[in-house]
C-alpha cells in the first residue's frame, strides 16, 4: 500500500493506484504532486485525488454532491421535492463565509492546484453555496469550498459553483440558518484569516 508520507515517487508504480491510494493523500502531499511538473502523471494522479476529495467525485456527479449535502446537514423534504438548484459562474467576493477561518496548507495547496487546472484547462469542480432568503433581502453563504473561493479571488476569476435553495423551509422558524448556523455569519468569504491549523 502506498504510503501518503515520505512519497519516493522514483519507485512508484502509477498504473498500481487505487481510489484508496488516492484518498489517503494529504493536503501537503498534493502540493507536492501539483508542482511536480516534470512527471505530467503526478500532478495528474493529484488532480483525480483533489476531485475525490469534493463531494463531486471524478465524475463530477451534481445529484449525487447534492445528495450528501443534504445528508450532511439532515434537511427533510416533502415527497422528494423542496430543494431547487442552479449552477452558475459567480464573483467570489460575494460569498459569504460559514467558517471562521482557513487553513494555510489547504489555501496553499488549492492554489497550486487551480493554477494546474487552469494551466492545463481541466474543469474546476463547483463549491457548493446556499442561497438564503431573510427578511427582505437574499444572501449566498457557502457551504462547501471556502478555500476555492478565496483563491478564486487572489486568481481574479469567477468561480463555479451550485447554487442550492431550499424552498420548502418554513420561512417563521426556518431550519437551514440553525443549521449552517446563519446567525454568526458576518464575514465574506475572502475576508476569513489564513491561518496554520494545528492537528487534532
Keep these: 500500500m502506498v504510503k501518503s508520507r515520505n512519497i519516493d515517487w522514483n519507485f512508484i508504480d502509477v498504473d498500481e493506484f487505487s481510489i484508496k491510494h ?8 498534493l502540493t507536492k504532486m ?3 511538473e516534470n512527471d505530467p502523471m503526478v500532478p495528474e494522479l493529484g488532480y483525480f485525488a483533489f476531485l475525490l476529495k469534493s463531494k463531486w467525485g471524478v465524475l463530477f456527479d451534481i445529484e449525487r454532491g447534492i445528495k450528501r449535502t ?6 427533510p423534504l416533502f415527497e422528494g421535492k423542496g430543494l431547487s438548484w442552479t449552477e452558475r459562474k459567480m464573483n467570489p467576493a460575494k460569498i459569504w463565509g460559514s467558517e471562521d477561518s482557513l487553513d494555510s496548507d489547504t489555501y496553499e495547496m488549492v492554489k497550486v492546484a487551480f493554477k494546474y487546472m487552469i494551466k492545463t ?7 457548493v453555496v446556499w442561497l438564503i432568503k431573510t427578511e427582505s433581502r437574499y444572501n ?5 469550498g471556502h478555500h476555492r473561493i478565496s483563491v478564486a479571488n487572489e486568481l481574479k476569476m469567477k468561480i463555479p459553483a451550485i447554487v442550492l435553495e431550499y424552498w420548502i423551509d418554513n420561512r ?3 431550519i437551514l440558518p440553525q443549521k449552517i ?3 454568526k455569519i458576518n464575514t465574506y468569504t475572502i475576508d476569513l484569516p489564513v491561518e496554520k491549523f494545528k492537528p487534532i
Excluded: A, G, S, W
Excluded at 443534504?70 to 434537511?75: A, D, E, F, S
Excluded at 484547462?121 to 463549491?127: E, F, G, N, R
Excluded at 449566498?140 to 462547501?144: A, M, T
Design 172 to 174: 417563521e422558524n426556518p
Design 181 to 183: 448556523p446563519y446567525r
Design 70 to 75: 443534504l445528508m450532511q446537514l439532515r434537511l
Design 121 to 127: 484547462q481541466k474543469p474546476i469542480p463547483p463549491v
Design 34 to 36: 501539483f508542482l511536480r
Design 140 to 144: 449566498l453563504v457557502c457551504h462547501d
Design 22 to 29: 488516492l484518498q489517503d493523500f494529504t493536503v501537503k502531499d
